[in-house]
């Protein structure tokens, strides 16, 4: 059995033939990486916005972290990329949202598409 090498992060993921390594690897979900389907990015949903504030406190209260929307895991591990989209308007309300809601506030936040 050959020895796959799993690339150190943190990645770029400036495009998404960078999330593709995500999958390629099989990258495990742990306290710097979450993978999220489009579905739980709906900010109109009061459950679905706790559960990301809960999560972006969490990773701000450590060293950080990614939050991946359209990749799917089992096990948590990375296993597919989903297409989605989310639009200008839907990232600058969760922009402020996070901006307004994590405390103390965090300026590092940011949200790429």
């Given at each position: 059995m050959q020895k796959r090498l799993v690339p150190k992060l943190p990645l770029t993921f400036n495009n998404e033939i960078?999330?593709?390594?995500l999958i390629e690897y099989k990258v495990k979900e742990d306290?710097?990486?979450?993978?999220?389907?489009?579905?739980?990015?709906?900010?109109?949903?009061?459950k679905k916005l706790?559960?990301?504030?809960?999560?972006?406190?969490?990773?701000c209260n450590t060293a950080g972290g990614m939050i991946f929307y359209g990749v799917d895991s089992q096990r948590n591990r990375a296993t597919s990329l989903k297409s989605g989209s989310i639009s200008v308007g839907e990232i600058e309300k969760?922009?402020?949202?996070?901006k307004t809601e994590i405390q103390p506030s965090r300026e590092a936040i940011e949200i790429y598409t």
């Open positions: 960078d999330i593709n390594k306290i710097h990486i979450a993978f999220r389907n489009f579905g739980e990015l709906d900010i109109t949903n009061n706790q559960s990301l504030l809960m999560l972006v406190s969490a990773m969760l922009q402020y949202i996070l």
